[in-house]
């Protein structure tokens, strides 16, 4: 049974009975008086039954059990009747969700068996990215919060950056934007507390402040006045001076604006990649006492704002990670967020750290959807396996799957749904990982496909990268070339992939940046023509599918418009390489196939975007491929 029971996460304990419960349109229960209003409403909105209580022999028996910690929860299942233990309503919610999971794949004649489950990890959250550039209305949100609670999510943030968020005391900044906005932060916490999902406040204080830096009104605050560079474009300040008392008095501001849509008692401050610190009017404070020094100042300076909310602090840990020497001056009731989204990762290493130093911490892996148009399956299961074992191997309190949206957040949402499913599965029980059928729950469960294509195709889809050649950090060299490089001439393009790491070094770790380094003196040719049959062969195979969701449509549309970025990037890659080889007219036939795709991808884009997606933001996270258009076009004059 446990090799075709489809539950994820999977049960810590599943004993196979003789027999089967047959579950009709209503059935009686028996339970203690004040559970009784939970389970009709969860037998109504997760089983689609009534639940009737009686007072004599019922079909469902619900029992109270102290000696259950709070979220764990038994099922029997017996022929005649299925018994259900719980201590707390978490738990009892949590067997409704088996239940569900079993009555979909089984429908009315449930097997009998016996389950006993809790979880490994007290914390098990996703961190949706709603700043760059894309931000979900209230449906998506609501759908993915359903699909989250289905995998016994327990935590939930949405990553706050710049504008995203309506302040009512900044509305000069976001008035003619589509920003999330209080009323719906209300509607999601509430939406979230039904489903036993702490709903956390998510806002940056420190670095990722670009937004607010342009503004008149606060580019004062900039750690390094004037303009930036990166990867050859100019870049806007991220960061704010740490040492001037404005840049706190404007966090003071934002979040006496933020935090009453939260009934949340956390508050993620973020504090991450202050990639200027120490480098601008802090310097001569720096040089003095060291830039660990004058980070854990300001670490202490947001602590006491936060405390002020009544809130428990969160924050990122990668700072901390690269001056361990300040962390014993770190408030001692904060949470340390350790992140890192490549499968080698340094979790074990900094698990050492962070047990040691007595703070509550979790691992941060993540989905690799981001910068990667279609995933990178492989890295994301073995991003989360690992941080998962040593998580567990360490103590961290809670796993964190994050899903970013860096440089326009082209990919889709259903990119990003077997990163969440996988890593919402070893979070619960981190010794799963042989039990985890992921291909078919995602069939069953997500994509809703009778004839078994989707969960495969998406899996598949998601490993492309695979035949660039180069493994880069955090992205796929397919989106690197649309999103950054464009149409460049193949010697640029050479001396840009020879000194990639130098390029991106003022934003990249120095585990990524010698990764990086390794994986450059490594490459291989990318792979043009085996690349063009692997997705020739996967549009074939997403014909094939027999989906029943609602949207299935639109899914299937937006993996279409995945495959048409990924052929363009690769048909730019190769143009680059080959097109001295070329006669003029075959260029020009290229250049212009290429331009011809790309009105299709621009307009599919766009379309597609708005069936999820708020309007604001959608035509910068256009500009890239607005902008290698106009490049074909004029290459195409040139000829």
Known sequence: MNETLLLLPHPKIVMLGSGYYNLDSSFTFISPTDISDFVRQY???????????????????????????????????????????????????????????????????????????????????????????KIPTLDTLYELIDLLADLKINHFQLYIEGFSFAYPSFEQFWKNKSPITGEELKLLDAYCKERFIDFVP????????????????????????????????????????????????????????????????NFNVNLDEPFELGMGKSKPIADEIGVGQLYVNYVNKIHKMVKKHEKKMLMWADVVSRHPEIIDQLPKDITLLEWGYEEAHPFSERGKMLKESGLDFYFCSG??????????TNNMINNIANA????????????????????????????????????????????????IDLQAYLDLFIYEDSHFVMGDFSLNLGNYY???????????????ALNFLGLVS???????????????????????????????????????????TYLSGLKDKLKSHSMKRKDAQVVEDEFSNAIRLIEL???????????????????????????????????????????????????????????????????????
């Open 43 to 133: 037998a109504a909105k997760l089983l689609l039954v009534e639940g009737v209580k009686t007072e004599d022999s019922a079909d469902i028996e619900f029992i109270k059990n102290p000696n259950l910690s709070r979220e764990e929860y038994q099922i029997e299942i017996l022929q005649k009747r299925i018994k259900v233990h719980y201590r707390e309503l978490n738990g009892l919610y949590y067997a409704f969700v088996t239940l569900k999971q079993m009555v979909k794949q089984y429908g009315e004649e449930i097997p009998c068996m016996k389950i006993e489950d809790c979880p490994d990890f007290e914390v098990r959250g996703v961190m949706l990215d709603i700043s760059r550039t």
């Open 367 to 376: 989905t690799s959807s981001w910068l990667s148009i279609a995933g990178r």
């Open 388 to 435: 998962v074992e040593n998580g567990k191997k360490y103590g961290a309190k809670g796993i964190l799957i994050t899903d970013w949206g860096d440089a326009g957040h082209w990919q889709s949402l259903s990119i990003s749904y077997p990163g969440f499913s996988y890593g919402a599965a070893l979070a619960w029980n981190s010794y799963s990982k042989d039990d």
């Open 490 to 532: 193949k010697e640029e393009y050479t001396m840009i992939m020879e000194n990639l790491a130098e390029i991106l070094g003022p934003v990249m770790d120095e585990e990524s940046k010698k990764l990086l380094q390794e994986n450059i003196k490594n490459r291989t040719e990318y792979e043009y023509d085996s690349l063009k």
């Open 202 to 265: 998510n806002q940056n204080c420190l670095g990722h402040m670009a937004p607010w830096l342009e503004t008149e009104e606060f580019k004062h605050l900039r750690e390094v006045p004037g303009e930036m560079t990166f990867m050859g474009r100019p870049a806007s300040p991220t960061t704010m001076n740490p040492i001037d008392e404005g840049s706190v008095d404007l966090v003071n501001r934002m979040t006496d604006d933020f935090l009453p849509n939260f009934t949340s008692d």
């Open 569 to 639: 990037g690769a048909d730019l890659i190769n143009f680059i390489n080959c097109s001295g080889e070329l006669k003029p007219e075959n260029q020009q036939e290229l250049l212009t196939k290429m331009s011809e795709d790309l009105t299709t991808i621009i307009a599919e884009q766009r379309r597609l975007w708005l069936r999820r997606n708020k309007p604001g933001g959608l035509e910068e996270s256009l500009g890239p491929l607005i902008r290698l258009k106009s490049q074909l076009e004029a290459k195409i004059k040139d000829i």
């Open 466 to 480: 695979l035949y660039e050649g180069l493994s880069l950090v955090n992205m796929t060299l397919t989106n690197a």
